[in-house]
């Protein structure tokens, strides 16, 4: 069963829960921002189902609340940030805005930033490029790259390097429901298909599977966005990354941030790539009576579902665990569960 | 059955047929180099086995003999490139060398060419990096990705998108066995183990496999390198690309060449990457009797085999085919075929 809330509930709920334990108002938005998309475009795994991380992180000071990222390196080009431990989405608008600047001028900004957090999406940030007509492209172990194409169009690739990403299995375990084999393995490295085991010192599979079917292609990728990120930052990287919702010490993450502007490569990118987006959705499918899709286009379709239904539809579970979890920090839990819908 | 050849004589066999239908010295020089550098590193799908393909290219004037690449737009940190329709490694070799030089001034320099042919791998520009202690990353539907360690050590990603490159298919094809599940599909989708029917209308399967196990992604990292090579380029793409043999007309390729220069950044590079390296060898393999790689061992161990043998093996009817060849052309088909060795 699943229920349906307005998404300018949710955003003020996740605002109030932020504040409640010390943010301050303008980085409380951000993270509810990045929060509520993530969750409008059906990436219910990166979206209020971890609001929880978040307020945690900030209550125990694990997180900072003071302070602003700070530009330590730079060219006209490049970037070293220092995210001054504060909030992901603030340290990744702050350094994706510094990017486009950057690629405004020279055609690209390329910015890595130690002493970051978790920032949902990654799509959030590369999609802000679309506004000033430039590709972004950035990673921790996720890829996303957004690019303009016309008339609103827009190719928009937001990918973890694991077979799925880890919010997706927890997601699971939180609905109780068993993984597809070949999301995650156990403790001692095999496949598994209880997101329990998964998440109790297992790990998640590259994308490729087995090494007959590619899976360490899937496995190298992951190593190249730690190369951009971590090696590049001098942040946090492979085994001494934290775990994810520890809170003994600072997380320190790296993450890489880049605009590449059109203008300064061959005229006419977004008539072209309107032309490759059409070429590939008017493919004949496989099978019969699915669509192809291109990278973007599922995202789409459920925010079109959002706006039809007038709010972003969530599991009850999720809904109830954060209505506890503000409690806890003493918000009112104002998330209503009074609009249910099925689950199809 | 393989037959050991020094590599001198497959670079010279190599520069003599392409001199003999008219290339310029310098030119077939390149090409050669990138494909001994191909079979040298195992991947023998890009190597000497393609050398048909470009004697064809340059001899029915279907790739250009004559001129240079021409820079037609540039920033300090940005260059859009006319490759003049020349051999692939000539217009690679070129816009390497201007992307770092960008890299050495501002940290970063990314180039792209239209007007191209193919390269052969990936990694032989990217590796180029690592003599500047600098990270190199490009991509035509390869993604290539290499940085520098401590004490020559490095990080050598080169892949394709597809869960195999085509050449790895022609490569069964022409030693008549079959290929694994999961690699091709026929003219209709339907996967096939015929390395014939995958070459003969059919296509590539993307890394990933199916859509519970995450092909979306391979699909849209194929389409990621698309964006950043034929939609900055303005060079063909997608369908519009001619097919790998035919010479009826100008392939037009697009490619992207990205220098990252490590100083820019934050100290310590290639001290952290060393020590990532290090993390991943010495993980405990899930299964007992298996090493854990990182990207570029497997290639080193190949290189050493090679070294100890004194000769890189080949595939007997990969040399009888390339001698055929250089009949055609009136070269002596002087690849030695006496010194045979077991396939183990």
Redesign the interface.
């Known amino acids: 069963m699943r229920c349906l809330i307005a998404q300018a509930e949710v955003l003020a709920f996740i605002e109030r829960c932020m504040l409640a334990v010390g943010s301050k108002p303008s980085h409380a938005k951000s993270l509810a921002e990045v929060l509520v998309e993530g969750d409008r475009r059906g990436h219910y795994s990166h979206g209020l189902n971890r609001m929880d991380v978040y307020v945690k992180d900030v209550q125990t000071g694990i997180c900072a609340k003071e302070g602003e990222p700070v530009v330590e390196?730079e060219?006209?080009?490049?970037a070293?940030v220092n995210g001054s431990n504060l909030l992901g989405p603030v340290v990744g608008n702050f350094c994706m805005d510094l990017a486009i600047k950057k690629a405004l001028n020279?055609?690209?900004g390329?910015v890595?930033a130690?002493g970051s957090n978790h920032y949902g999406i990654a799509g959030y940030y590369s999609m802000q490029a679309l506004r000033e007509n430039m590709?972004r492209?950035l990673g921790t172990n996720p890829?996303s790259?957004a690019?303009p194409a016309q008339d609103g169009d827009s190719?928009v690739?937001d990918?973890a390097t694991s077979?799925?990403a880890l919010g997706k299995i927890e997601l699971y375990d939180r609905r109780g429901d068993i993984i597809?084999e070949?999301w995650g393995c156990d403790a001692q490295?095999?496949l598994s298909t209880d997101p329990g085991k998964v998440l109790d010192g297992g790990g998640l599979v590259p994308?490729?599977?087995g090494e007959?079917?590619?899976g360490?292609?899937?496995?190298?990728?992951g190593?190249?966005v730690?190369?951009?990120c971590?090696?590049?930052?001098?942040?946090q990287?492979?085994?001494y990354i934290r775990t994810w919702k520890g809170t003994d010490r600072v997380a320190d993450l790296g993450q890489c941030f880049v605009a590449?502007n059109?203008a300064?490569?061959?005229?006419?990118?977004n008539s072209?790539?309107s032309d490759?987006l059409s070429?590939?959705r008017t493919l004949e499918p496989?099978k019969p009576d699915m669509e192809v899709?291109?990278?973007g286009d599922p995202e789409r379709i459920h925010i079109s579902r959002c706006e039809e239904l007038g709010g972003i539809p969530y599991h009850i579970n999720v809904v109830k665990f954060m209505n506890d979890c503000a409690k806890k920090i003493r918000v009112e839990p104002l998330l209503p569960c009074d609009r249910l819908i099925s689950d199809s």
Chains 1, 2 share one sequence.
């Open positions: 390196k060219t006209v080009a490049t070293l020279v055609g690209i390329w890595v130690h590709i492209t890829i790259v690019a190719f690739l990918m077979a799925v597809p070949g490295g095999k994308i490729g599977g007959v079917t590619g360490y292609k899937g496995f190298g990728l190593m190249m730690e190369v951009f971590g090696m590049l930052a001098g942040s990287y492979s085994r590449i059109p300064n490569f061959a005229p006419g990118f072209r790539l490759m070429l590939h496989a899709f291109t990278p």
